[in-house]
């Protein structure tokens, strides 16, 4: 699985379920934190529509982690302050480069879970949605009721 579409499974995921995920990995082998969970600060990078250029916004607060499993090396960068949730994400990363994550199926499904919550969101915002192309085929009239003096 492609490292952006994981993580985008993982952080949109409710933390109970990553930690879940990430015991069933550590009943099973041994986890080496390499680098504890720490918030920081990252620049929010943006694309100026007029110009497409690119510029920073601001920044965020994130979390990130790295972990080692046998070997391979997992790592996690998580919006936000949640310390255990990005180090169970680092977990199941360092499982899934190892090649010993066995539930794949169920990152699956939360994809597709995912996937729906976000068609129903993006339906109901459309409902609601204004069409001013009407207003831009009317054309102005002369009102000659108006006399100039």
């Known amino acids: 699985m492609e490292k952006k579409r994981l993580t985008k499974i993982l952080a949109k995921a409710d933390r109970a379920v990553i930690a879940a995920l990430s015991a069933r990995v550590i009943k099973a082998h041994p986890i080496v934190v390499i680098k504890e969970p720490a918030k920081t600060l990252a620049m929010i990078k943006m694309r100026d529509p007029v110009k497409q250029g690119m ?3 601001g920044e965020v607060i994130v979390c990130e982690a ?32 190892k090649g010993v994550f066995d539930d794949m199926d169920e990152l699956l499904s939360l994809e597709k879970n ?17 069409n001013f192309s009407s207003m831009d085929e009317e054309v102005p009239q002369d009102d000659s009721s108006f006399k100039k003096t």
């Open 66 to 97: 790295i972990v080692e499993l046998d070997g391979a090396k997992g790592m996690a960068v998580n919006m936000g302050d949640d310390t255990d949730k990005t180090l169970n994400m680092a977990i199941i990363d360092a499982a899934i480069n």
């Open 55 to 57: 510029f920073y916004i």
């Open 114 to 130: 995912q996937e729906n919550v976000l068609r129903r969101e993006n339906a109901m915002h459309l409902k609601t949605m204004v």
